[in-house]
């Protein structure tokens, strides 16, 4: 689409931001087909594509986002101020930083500009949420929903390529804000969740988001250290029976009409395959090779319906209208 159609059309101002979570979902599933390829010797070349379909589908959003700025600056800054939409600005910059983690080997050079560009924006959305979040005006405790921990996710994702590319400090310093604020708004999300109304339907598959911190963390944490040591187990655990909770409620999941916020179910599910994937690399065994496989294929079978699902919902133009 050319940027004066992209101006013409009045749908563009109604994208959303969180519109990104796709990028971050298909670099998750780039990441953990490479990682396969090392751990459970499948077919390399299908990270490889995927690395450029996640690039291919990061570049048209950024391009209808950048024209959305210019056209339809008020509704950026609609977005910018809304006490939900605000959590997921640093999507754009998660995304960076992922495909800063899948071009490490394919293009190392490339990989480190995209994780610098990632880590300075990540560091400025970071700030600015927080900023708002403190002093805000208009927020309650029913706007608070698992999408606030996209700007701490973001914090915890920034070690993993940085380490390889030798900003070991720098590292240590996202890595230590993000398990730092991930733990406080854990407390709130569960205090949410209980002892108020539940999250309403277009919401609820940002439950998912929980898996994030701690299976990202345990990947981070070992970039750092190198060790598979107690906290590495606890971080990775705790995702995984995070995982498990939510897919006992799988029922609830799919009596739910669809919204883009079903794309909150891939990244974090990529994050857990990508740390199964890691711990049957360090402990070997048939166990952990039969987990690691099973998780990548819920995980690409996943991804596959959301893409049709995104692509039926954008034939019926039930994407990018106004909301009710």
Known sequence: MTTQAMQMNPRLAEMPVSFFAVAMGLAGLAIAWEKAGHVLGLPGAVGLVLQAVTAGAFVLLALAYLVKLFSHRAAVMQELHHPVKLSFFP???????????????????????????????????????????????????????????????????????????????????FFSVGVVFWLVLLVIVFYRVIFHPPLPGKLVPTLFILIAPPAVGFIAYLKLTGELDAFARVLYYAGLFLTLMLFSQLGRFARLKFFLSWWAYSFPLAAITIATLVMSERLGGDGWRLLATLMLGVLSVVIALLVARTGLAIARREICVEEA
């Open 91 to 173: 999507t754009i910059s998660i995304s960076l930083l992922l495909l800063a983690i899948a071009t490490l080997r394919s293009a190392p050079a490339l990989s480190e500009g995209l994780w610098l560009v990632g880590m300075v924006l990540h560091l400025g959305f970071t700030l600015y949420v927080l900023s708002a979040w403190i002093n805000h005006s208009h927020f309650e405790i029913q706007h608070m929903n698992p999408a606030w921990f996209i700007p701490v996710v973001g914090n915890i994702v920034v070690p993993i390529a940085g380490v390889e590319h030798g900003y070991i400090e720098p590292s240590w310093f």
